[in-house]
């Protein structure tokens, strides 16, 4: 399946933003789902190739943070492994759902995530790092897990629900741990897609590469602050999306 100049500013433009979301909130894979899918790609491989785009996406994040001096990779690394055994359940359950229904899951998912963009931690963003987690945190990090490795699309959110409210941790911090467990989940829910031939290679890379430049530059915004304009910026492109999957537009 070719790729006109079009079709390559597009994935890339499109990319860039989700990229950039994706590190500040979460929710960029609403917007390249429902774009791969536009370009011809079925939802399997939509969702195989759209992994491909956010392994390049939080490899650029966890070095920009890096760059910025914020990293715990040894936290970061023992959350990350609660995640994976979900992670490779949710792909195997991902290769085998009809488009039908997969369209319809990430119609209400979008739905969803377009309400809780409107509803932000941020009363609590001065939390100190060095509270205890709640024993809770785990077995929510297994079940996101699962759901990231399933759809992916607004994995983001939970994760940030979860590890600000129950990990107990600033929100810089949050998406600094945010996009290394994402980054670690999503590598094992990718070769699921790949040994069943669900990936599109040359759009996925055209896709990483602006999943890449916005999540590079996500990130320095996220240790600035300040994403109140985007979230309700996209939780309009999202509805209006979800609203198109559901043959209301």
């Known amino acids: 399946m070719s790729l006109s100049i079009l079709d390559i500013l597009l994935l890339f ?6 990229g950039f979301v994706n590190v500040l909130a979460g929710g ?5 789902l429902p774009a791969l899918i536009f370009l011809g790609l079925d939802s399997a491989l939509a969702n ?11 490899l650029a994040a966890v070095s920009s943070f890096k760059k910025n001096k914020l990293h715990d990779f040894p936290t970061s690394l023992r959350m990350a492994l609660y ?5 490779v359940l949710g792909a195997m359950a991902a290769v085998h759902v009809s488009d039908a229904l997969f369209q319809r899951i990430l119609g209400l998912i979008m739905i969803g ?6 509803i932000s931690p941020a009363g609590r963003s001065q939390a100190s790092p060095e509270q205890r987690p709640s024993l809770w945190l785990y077995p929510l990090l297994f079940a996101i897990g699962f759901y990231g490795g399933f ?9 940030i629900a979860v ?13 600094m741990h945010k996009v290394f467990i994402i980054l670690l989940n999503t590598v094992p829910a990718f070769l699921v897609f ?34 109140k304009v985007i979230r309700v910026a996209l939780s309009f492109a999202i509805l209006i999306m979800a609203a198109k999957l559901f043959g209301i537009l």
């Open 113 to 118: 995530i377009g309400v809780t963009l409107f």
């Open 28 to 32: 960029g894979s609403a917007l390249t």
């Open 163 to 175: 590890l600000f409210h129950l990990g107990r941790m600033n929100l810089v911090r949050v998406n």
């Open 13 to 18: 433009g499109v990319g860039s933003i989700a």
């Open 48 to 58: 195989g190739t759209n992994r491909l785009a956010l392994i390049s996406q939080n």
């Open 151 to 159: 759809i992916q699309a607004g994995v983001g959110f939970l994760f």
């Open 194 to 227: 790949v040994l069943n031939g669900k990936v599109l290679w040359v759009h996925g890379f055209v896709l990483a590469a602006g999943n890449s430049f916005g999540a590079w530059w996500g990130a320095h915004a996220a240790v600035r602050g300040g994403d």
């Open 83 to 87: 995640t994976l055994p979900g992670a």
